[in-house]
Protein backbone atom coordinates (compact mmCIF):
# COMPACT_ATOMS: atom_id res chain seq x y z
CA UNK A 1 0.00 0.00 0.00
CA UNK A 2 0.04 1.67 -2.04
CA UNK A 3 0.74 -0.71 -5.36
CA UNK A 4 3.57 0.22 -7.70
CA UNK A 5 1.25 1.00 -9.85
CA UNK A 6 0.26 3.86 -8.25
CA UNK A 7 4.31 4.91 -8.71
CA UNK A 8 4.42 6.72 -5.43
CA UNK A 9 7.73 7.06 -3.93
CA UNK A 10 9.04 8.54 -0.64
CA UNK A 11 10.85 11.41 -0.75
CA UNK A 12 14.12 12.52 0.77
CA UNK A 13 12.46 15.11 2.94
CA UNK A 14 10.44 12.11 4.10
CA UNK A 15 13.40 9.69 4.28
CA UNK A 16 15.09 12.31 6.34
CA UNK A 17 11.81 13.13 8.75
CA UNK A 18 11.85 8.64 9.61
CA UNK A 19 15.56 8.41 9.67
CA UNK A 20 15.48 11.33 12.61
CA UNK A 21 11.70 9.85 14.15
CA UNK A 22 14.11 6.44 14.65
CA UNK A 23 17.29 8.14 16.32
CA UNK A 24 14.75 10.02 18.61
CA UNK A 25 13.55 6.24 19.93
CA UNK A 26 10.95 5.80 17.17
CA UNK A 27 7.96 6.59 20.07
CA UNK A 28 4.44 4.94 18.83
CA UNK A 29 1.41 5.05 20.83
CA UNK A 30 -2.32 4.05 20.20
CA UNK A 31 -4.84 5.96 18.80
CA UNK A 32 -6.39 8.30 21.41
CA UNK A 33 -9.56 7.05 21.21
CA UNK A 34 -7.31 3.40 22.68
CA UNK A 35 -6.21 5.26 25.68
CA UNK A 36 -8.23 5.97 28.73
CA UNK A 37 -8.58 9.60 29.61
CA UNK A 38 -5.90 10.94 32.62
CA UNK A 39 -6.82 13.64 34.94
CA UNK A 40 -4.57 16.54 34.30
CA UNK A 41 -4.11 19.20 36.84
CA UNK A 42 -4.90 22.51 34.99
CA UNK A 43 -2.02 25.20 35.05
CA UNK A 44 -1.41 27.77 37.43
CA UNK A 45 -4.27 29.95 37.22
CA UNK A 46 -2.68 33.31 36.21
CA UNK A 47 -3.62 36.25 38.08
CA UNK A 48 -4.38 37.92 34.59
CA UNK A 49 -7.52 40.84 34.22
CA UNK A 50 -8.20 38.25 31.16
CA UNK A 51 -8.47 34.97 32.86
CA UNK A 52 -11.80 34.53 34.63
CA UNK A 53 -11.91 30.36 35.24
CA UNK A 54 -9.42 27.37 35.10
CA UNK A 55 -10.67 27.06 32.04
CA UNK A 56 -9.03 30.51 30.89
CA UNK A 57 -6.00 29.05 32.09
CA UNK A 58 -5.34 26.29 29.76
CA UNK A 59 -6.61 28.52 27.27
CA UNK A 60 -3.40 30.93 27.58
CA UNK A 61 -1.23 28.62 28.41
CA UNK A 62 -1.47 27.13 24.77
CA UNK A 63 -1.85 30.85 22.96
CA UNK A 64 1.82 31.28 25.12
CA UNK A 65 3.50 28.61 23.43
CA UNK A 66 2.06 29.87 19.88
CA UNK A 67 3.61 33.18 20.54
CA UNK A 68 0.10 34.83 21.15
CA UNK A 69 -2.04 37.26 23.52
CA UNK A 70 -5.53 37.77 24.03
CA UNK A 71 -7.49 39.93 21.87
CA UNK A 72 -8.79 42.77 23.18
CA UNK A 73 -12.43 42.40 24.64
CA UNK A 74 -15.26 42.96 21.83
CA UNK A 75 -17.49 45.47 22.21
CA UNK A 76 -21.07 45.05 23.18
CA UNK A 77 -22.92 45.08 19.86
CA UNK A 78 -19.91 43.05 18.60
CA UNK A 79 -20.38 40.36 21.88
CA UNK A 80 -24.17 39.75 21.51
CA UNK A 81 -23.71 38.94 17.62
CA UNK A 82 -21.44 36.39 17.90
CA UNK A 83 -23.17 35.00 21.24
CA UNK A 84 -26.26 34.95 19.19
CA UNK A 85 -24.50 33.43 15.95
CA UNK A 86 -22.55 30.58 18.25
CA UNK A 87 -25.57 29.46 19.70
CA UNK A 88 -28.38 29.69 17.99
CA UNK A 89 -26.81 30.38 14.26
CA UNK A 90 -29.27 33.52 13.62
CA UNK A 91 -28.63 36.94 14.06
CA UNK A 92 -29.96 38.95 16.67
CA UNK A 93 -33.09 40.98 16.98
CA UNK A 94 -32.65 44.87 17.14
CA UNK A 95 -34.86 45.30 20.32
CA UNK A 96 -33.21 42.43 21.87
CA UNK A 97 -29.56 43.62 21.07
CA UNK A 98 -31.22 47.22 22.50
CA UNK A 99 -32.11 45.22 25.94
CA UNK A 100 -28.59 43.57 25.92
CA UNK A 101 -26.65 46.87 25.48
CA UNK A 102 -29.11 48.84 28.31
CA UNK A 103 -28.14 45.57 30.59
CA UNK A 104 -24.75 45.75 30.02
CA UNK A 105 -24.42 49.07 30.73
CA UNK A 106 -25.55 48.50 34.28
CA UNK A 107 -23.30 45.04 34.58
CA UNK A 108 -21.45 43.41 32.08
CA UNK A 109 -21.20 40.31 33.55
CA UNK A 110 -24.73 39.57 34.72
CA UNK A 111 -25.97 40.83 31.06
CA UNK A 112 -23.29 38.15 29.70
CA UNK A 113 -24.69 35.52 31.57
CA UNK A 114 -28.59 36.66 31.63
CA UNK A 115 -27.74 36.35 27.60
CA UNK A 116 -25.90 32.78 27.21
CA UNK A 117 -28.50 31.17 29.86
CA UNK A 118 -31.55 32.82 27.23
CA UNK A 119 -30.08 31.56 24.00
CA UNK A 120 -29.40 28.11 26.04
CA UNK A 121 -33.01 27.58 26.28
CA UNK A 122 -33.76 29.33 22.74
CA UNK A 123 -35.39 26.21 20.56
CA UNK A 124 -33.06 27.61 17.92
CA UNK A 125 -30.05 26.27 20.07
CA UNK A 126 -31.09 22.45 19.41
CA UNK A 127 -31.22 23.23 15.71
CA UNK A 128 -28.25 25.02 15.52
CA UNK A 129 -26.02 22.66 17.13
CA UNK A 130 -28.01 19.44 16.34
CA UNK A 131 -27.16 19.98 12.33
CA UNK A 132 -23.44 18.99 13.69
CA UNK A 133 -24.66 15.66 15.15
CA UNK A 134 -27.09 15.13 11.84
CA UNK A 135 -23.85 15.32 9.33
CA UNK A 136 -22.11 12.24 11.55
CA UNK A 137 -25.52 10.29 11.46
CA UNK A 138 -25.71 10.71 7.56
CA UNK A 139 -29.45 12.20 8.09
CA UNK A 140 -31.24 13.15 5.09
CA UNK A 141 -34.73 13.12 3.87
CA UNK A 142 -34.57 11.21 0.75
CA UNK A 143 -33.00 7.53 -0.26
CA UNK A 144 -29.57 8.68 -1.75
CA UNK A 145 -29.58 6.47 -4.92
CA UNK A 146 -31.12 7.15 -8.14
CA UNK A 147 -34.28 8.03 -7.71
CA UNK A 148 -33.34 9.56 -4.59
CA UNK A 149 -36.71 9.25 -3.39
CA UNK A 150 -38.68 11.04 -0.58
CA UNK A 151 -38.57 9.44 2.93
CA UNK A 152 -39.90 10.44 6.36
CA UNK A 153 -37.61 10.65 8.89
CA UNK A 154 -38.10 13.85 10.36
CA UNK A 155 -39.24 12.82 13.61
CA UNK A 156 -35.57 11.26 14.39
CA UNK A 157 -34.28 14.87 13.28
CA UNK A 158 -36.44 16.46 15.97
CA UNK A 159 -35.47 14.03 18.69
CA UNK A 160 -32.17 15.24 18.12
CA UNK A 161 -33.16 19.13 18.82
CA UNK A 162 -35.29 17.81 21.41
CA UNK A 163 -32.58 15.95 23.26
CA UNK A 164 -30.13 18.90 22.68
CA UNK A 165 -32.51 21.47 24.14
CA UNK A 166 -33.05 19.50 26.83
CA UNK A 167 -29.07 18.53 27.97
CA UNK A 168 -30.18 14.78 27.70
CA UNK A 169 -26.87 13.45 29.30
CA UNK A 170 -24.23 12.10 26.32
CA UNK A 171 -24.47 8.37 28.13
CA UNK A 172 -28.35 8.56 27.28
CA UNK A 173 -27.98 10.13 24.44
CA UNK A 174 -25.70 7.21 23.04
CA UNK A 175 -27.52 4.41 24.71
CA UNK A 176 -30.88 5.14 22.86
CA UNK A 177 -29.33 5.58 19.74
CA UNK A 178 -27.68 2.58 19.12
CA UNK A 179 -30.58 0.45 21.29
CA UNK A 180 -33.35 2.50 22.25
CA UNK A 181 -35.31 -0.37 20.94
CA UNK A 182 -33.94 -2.85 23.29
CA UNK A 183 -34.57 -1.05 26.75
CA UNK A 184 -37.23 -2.54 28.55
CA UNK A 185 -40.59 -1.10 27.83
CA UNK A 186 -38.99 1.60 25.09
CA UNK A 187 -41.12 4.81 24.55
CA UNK A 188 -42.01 6.06 21.66
CA UNK A 189 -39.16 8.48 21.37
CA UNK A 190 -36.65 5.88 22.70
CA UNK A 191 -37.64 4.02 19.85
CA UNK A 192 -37.53 7.16 17.17
CA UNK A 193 -33.69 7.76 18.51
CA UNK A 194 -33.09 4.18 16.75
CA UNK A 195 -33.58 5.65 13.34
CA UNK A 196 -29.58 6.77 13.62
CA UNK A 197 -29.23 3.88 11.71
CA UNK A 198 -32.10 3.42 9.36
CA UNK A 199 -30.34 6.96 7.72
CA UNK A 200 -28.44 4.59 5.38
CA UNK A 201 -28.57 4.52 1.96
CA UNK A 202 -31.81 2.73 0.34
CA UNK A 203 -31.50 1.46 -3.75
CA UNK A 204 -34.79 1.77 -5.15
CA UNK A 205 -33.53 1.08 -9.00
CA UNK A 206 -34.96 -1.75 -10.54
CA UNK A 207 -32.72 -4.78 -11.28
CA UNK A 208 -30.81 -3.85 -8.14
CA UNK A 209 -30.45 -7.27 -5.77
CA UNK A 210 -32.16 -6.20 -2.20
CA UNK A 211 -29.73 -8.17 0.11
CA UNK A 212 -26.47 -6.81 -2.07
CA UNK A 213 -27.75 -3.32 -0.48
CA UNK A 214 -28.68 -4.54 2.80
CA UNK A 215 -25.04 -6.43 4.10
CA UNK A 216 -24.10 -2.20 2.26
CA UNK A 217 -26.03 -0.69 4.66
CA UNK A 218 -24.74 -3.01 7.68
CA UNK A 219 -21.12 -2.54 7.03
CA UNK A 220 -22.48 1.39 6.92
CA UNK A 221 -23.61 1.39 10.61
CA UNK A 222 -20.48 -0.53 11.49
CA UNK A 223 -18.28 2.24 9.72
CA UNK A 224 -20.54 5.02 11.67
CA UNK A 225 -20.80 3.71 14.73
CA UNK A 226 -17.04 3.57 15.08
CA UNK A 227 -16.10 6.93 13.42
CA UNK A 228 -19.20 8.63 15.52
CA UNK A 229 -18.02 7.24 18.76
CA UNK A 230 -14.38 6.28 18.95
CA UNK A 231 -12.86 8.35 16.20
CA UNK A 232 -11.58 4.99 14.51
CA UNK A 233 -11.77 4.51 10.58
CA UNK A 234 -12.85 0.55 11.38
CA UNK A 235 -14.35 0.81 7.59
CA UNK A 236 -10.27 -0.23 6.52
CA UNK A 237 -10.35 -3.85 8.10
CA UNK A 238 -13.68 -4.80 6.03
CA UNK A 239 -11.24 -5.43 3.30
CA UNK A 240 -7.67 -6.21 5.23
CA UNK A 241 -6.61 -5.70 9.03
CA UNK A 242 -6.05 -2.14 9.98
CA UNK A 243 -2.70 -0.55 9.23
CA UNK A 244 -2.05 1.76 11.99
CA UNK A 245 -4.85 0.79 14.35
CA UNK A 246 -5.46 -2.67 16.07
CA UNK A 247 -8.22 -3.81 14.29
CA UNK A 248 -8.44 -7.11 12.66
CA UNK A 249 -10.25 -7.76 9.84
CA UNK A 250 -11.91 -10.71 11.88
CA UNK A 251 -13.07 -7.94 14.89
CA UNK A 252 -14.81 -5.80 12.04
CA UNK A 253 -16.69 -8.80 11.37
CA UNK A 254 -17.45 -9.73 14.73
CA UNK A 255 -19.23 -6.25 14.99
CA UNK A 256 -20.50 -6.55 11.69
CA UNK A 257 -22.70 -9.35 13.12
CA UNK A 258 -24.07 -7.65 15.49
CA UNK A 259 -25.76 -5.36 12.97
CA UNK A 260 -26.60 -7.83 10.95
CA UNK A 261 -30.01 -9.04 12.91
CA UNK A 262 -31.69 -5.84 11.76
CA UNK A 263 -34.92 -6.39 10.24
CA UNK A 264 -35.09 -3.31 7.34
CA UNK A 265 -33.59 -5.07 4.20
CA UNK A 266 -33.42 -2.44 1.54
CA UNK A 267 -37.07 -2.35 1.00
CA UNK A 268 -38.54 -0.59 -1.69
CA UNK A 269 -41.69 0.59 1.36
CA UNK A 270 -39.17 1.23 3.67
CA UNK A 271 -40.47 -1.07 6.24
CA UNK A 272 -40.33 -1.73 8.93
CA UNK A 273 -42.01 1.65 10.01
CA UNK A 274 -43.27 3.36 13.40
CA UNK A 275 -46.48 5.17 13.01
CA UNK A 276 -45.98 8.23 14.64
CA UNK A 277 -49.47 10.14 15.67
CA UNK A 278 -48.99 13.71 17.12
CA UNK A 279 -50.25 14.62 20.39
CA UNK A 280 -53.61 15.86 18.70
CA UNK A 281 -54.16 12.79 16.89
CA UNK A 282 -52.88 10.47 19.63
CA UNK A 283 -56.03 11.82 21.35
CA UNK A 284 -58.48 11.49 18.59
CA UNK A 285 -56.81 8.17 17.86
CA UNK A 286 -57.39 6.99 21.31
CA UNK A 287 -61.43 8.43 20.88
CA UNK A 288 -62.07 6.16 18.24
CA UNK A 289 -60.80 3.08 19.76
CA UNK A 290 -62.84 3.51 22.57
CA UNK A 291 -65.70 4.59 20.55
CA UNK A 292 -64.96 1.13 18.68
CA UNK A 293 -64.59 -0.86 21.93
CA UNK A 294 -68.12 0.27 22.65
CA UNK A 295 -69.27 -1.00 19.03
CA UNK A 296 -67.96 -4.06 19.22
CA UNK A 297 -69.86 -4.71 22.63
CA UNK A 298 -73.14 -3.75 21.59
CA UNK A 299 -72.60 -6.09 18.74
CA UNK A 300 -71.74 -8.98 20.31
CA UNK A 301 -74.35 -8.58 22.58
CA UNK A 302 -76.99 -8.27 19.60
CA UNK A 303 -75.14 -11.61 18.46
CA UNK A 304 -75.76 -12.94 21.68
CA UNK A 305 -78.70 -12.14 22.01
CA UNK A 306 -79.86 -13.10 17.67
CA UNK A 307 -77.90 -16.16 18.15
CA UNK A 308 -79.96 -17.55 21.15
CA UNK A 309 -82.86 -16.91 19.07
CA UNK A 310 -81.68 -19.22 16.14
CA UNK A 311 -80.10 -21.53 18.55
CA UNK A 312 -83.56 -22.17 19.32
CA UNK A 313 -84.63 -22.94 16.05
CA UNK A 314 -81.92 -25.50 15.60
CA UNK A 315 -81.10 -28.71 16.78
CA UNK A 316 -77.30 -29.80 16.90
CA UNK A 317 -77.15 -33.34 15.73
CA UNK A 318 -75.20 -36.13 18.31
CA UNK A 319 -72.51 -37.74 15.40
CA UNK A 320 -72.67 -41.25 16.17
CA UNK A 321 -69.30 -42.54 13.84
CA UNK A 322 -67.59 -40.37 11.47
CA UNK A 323 -65.54 -42.29 8.86
CA UNK A 324 -63.29 -41.40 5.74
CA UNK A 325 -62.10 -42.84 2.27
CA UNK A 326 -58.81 -42.20 2.85
CA UNK A 327 -58.88 -43.90 7.02
CA UNK A 328 -57.89 -40.42 7.81
CA UNK A 329 -58.96 -40.24 11.65
CA UNK A 330 -61.96 -38.09 12.31
CA UNK A 331 -62.46 -36.73 15.77
CA UNK A 332 -65.87 -36.39 16.96
CA UNK A 333 -65.23 -33.56 19.97
CA UNK A 334 -67.13 -32.90 22.75
CA UNK A 335 -68.93 -30.24 21.46
CA UNK A 336 -70.54 -32.44 18.79
CA UNK A 337 -68.01 -30.86 16.18
CA UNK A 338 -65.99 -33.54 13.67
CA UNK A 339 -62.82 -32.34 12.98
CA UNK A 340 -59.89 -34.19 10.38
CA UNK A 341 -56.06 -34.81 11.59
CA UNK A 342 -53.81 -32.70 10.37
CA UNK A 343 -52.52 -35.30 7.99
CA UNK A 344 -55.42 -35.29 5.92
CA UNK A 345 -55.41 -35.49 1.76
CA UNK A 346 -56.41 -32.89 -0.12
CA UNK A 347 -59.72 -34.69 -1.50
CA UNK A 348 -62.05 -37.38 0.30
CA UNK A 349 -64.93 -38.55 1.01
CA UNK A 350 -66.22 -38.72 4.77
CA UNK A 351 -69.24 -40.70 5.73
CA UNK A 352 -70.72 -39.09 8.82
CA UNK A 353 -73.90 -40.73 11.07
CA UNK A 354 -75.69 -38.78 13.21
CA UNK A 355 -78.57 -39.42 15.97
CA UNK A 356 -81.37 -37.36 16.24
CA UNK A 357 -84.65 -36.87 18.01
CA UNK A 358 -88.06 -37.82 16.75
CA UNK A 359 -89.84 -34.97 14.78
CA UNK A 360 -89.86 -32.74 11.10
CA UNK A 361 -86.70 -31.46 9.84
CA UNK A 362 -86.58 -29.44 6.83
CA UNK A 363 -83.09 -27.95 6.68
CA UNK A 364 -79.83 -29.05 6.97
CA UNK A 365 -77.02 -26.90 7.52
CA UNK A 366 -73.16 -27.59 7.91
CA UNK A 367 -70.70 -25.14 9.61
CA UNK A 368 -67.14 -25.25 8.91
CA UNK A 369 -65.20 -23.91 11.68
CA UNK A 370 -61.92 -22.06 12.41
CA UNK A 371 -59.79 -24.77 13.94
CA UNK A 372 -56.00 -24.08 14.98
CA UNK A 373 -53.44 -26.13 12.81
CA UNK A 374 -50.25 -27.33 14.81
CA UNK A 375 -47.86 -25.11 13.41
CA UNK A 376 -45.16 -22.62 15.04
CA UNK A 377 -47.26 -19.78 14.40
CA UNK A 378 -50.89 -22.15 15.52
CA UNK A 379 -52.95 -19.74 13.66
CA UNK A 380 -56.72 -20.32 13.48
CA UNK A 381 -57.64 -20.82 9.82
CA UNK A 382 -59.83 -23.45 7.61
CA UNK A 383 -58.92 -25.52 5.07
CA UNK A 384 -55.33 -27.36 4.16
CA UNK A 385 -52.88 -24.16 4.46
CA UNK A 386 -52.75 -20.81 4.86
CA UNK A 387 -52.18 -19.91 1.30
CA UNK A 388 -55.53 -21.51 0.28
CA UNK A 389 -57.93 -21.53 2.99
CA UNK A 390 -60.93 -22.91 1.86
CA UNK A 391 -62.94 -25.68 2.63
CA UNK A 392 -65.40 -26.63 -0.39
CA UNK A 393 -68.09 -29.27 -0.86
CA UNK A 394 -68.38 -30.78 -4.19
CA UNK A 395 -71.23 -32.79 -3.43
CA UNK A 396 -73.71 -33.79 -0.62
CA UNK A 397 -75.65 -36.91 -0.06
CA UNK A 398 -78.49 -37.58 2.51
CA UNK A 399 -79.91 -40.81 3.62
CA UNK A 400 -82.68 -40.68 6.25
CA UNK A 401 -82.65 -43.73 8.89
CA UNK A 402 -86.03 -44.07 10.04
CA UNK A 403 -87.03 -46.00 13.86
CA UNK A 404 -88.25 -49.06 11.69
CA UNK A 405 -85.37 -49.71 10.01
CA UNK A 406 -85.85 -48.29 6.12
CA UNK A 407 -83.73 -45.64 4.71
CA UNK A 408 -84.73 -42.24 2.68
CA UNK A 409 -82.66 -40.93 0.25
CA UNK A 410 -83.59 -37.12 0.66
CA UNK A 411 -81.66 -35.29 -1.44
CA UNK A 412 -78.30 -34.85 -2.84
CA UNK A 413 -76.58 -32.12 -4.83
CA UNK A 414 -73.13 -30.34 -6.23
Known amino acids: MPPPSARKTVTPQQRELLKRWIQEGAAWGN ?23 PIDAWVLESMKRQGLSPAPSADPYTLVRRLWLDLV ?36 FGEHWGRLWLDLARYADTKGYEKDLTRDLWPYRDWVIHALNNDMPYDQFTVEQLAG ?31 EFRIAAVKDRVDTTLQVWMGLTMGCAKCHSHKYDPIAIEDYYKFYAIFNQTEDADRYDDEPKLSIPSDLQQAELESLQKQRQERVADLDRIRGESQSVIDAKWTIAQAVS ?10 IEPDRSIRALADRPAT ?23 AKVQAQDASERLGLNATDPNFVINELQVVVKTIDGSETKEGCGR
Open 89 to 124: GLHPERSRVERFIAEYQLDRNRAIESMVEELLNHPG
Open 348 to 370: DVYQLEFELPPGRYQVLKLDALM
Open 322 to 331: ATAESQVGLV
Open 181 to 211: DLLESPTMAQRIATAFHRTTLSNDEGGTDDE
Open 31 to 53: HWSLEPPRRRAPPEFPKDAWAKS
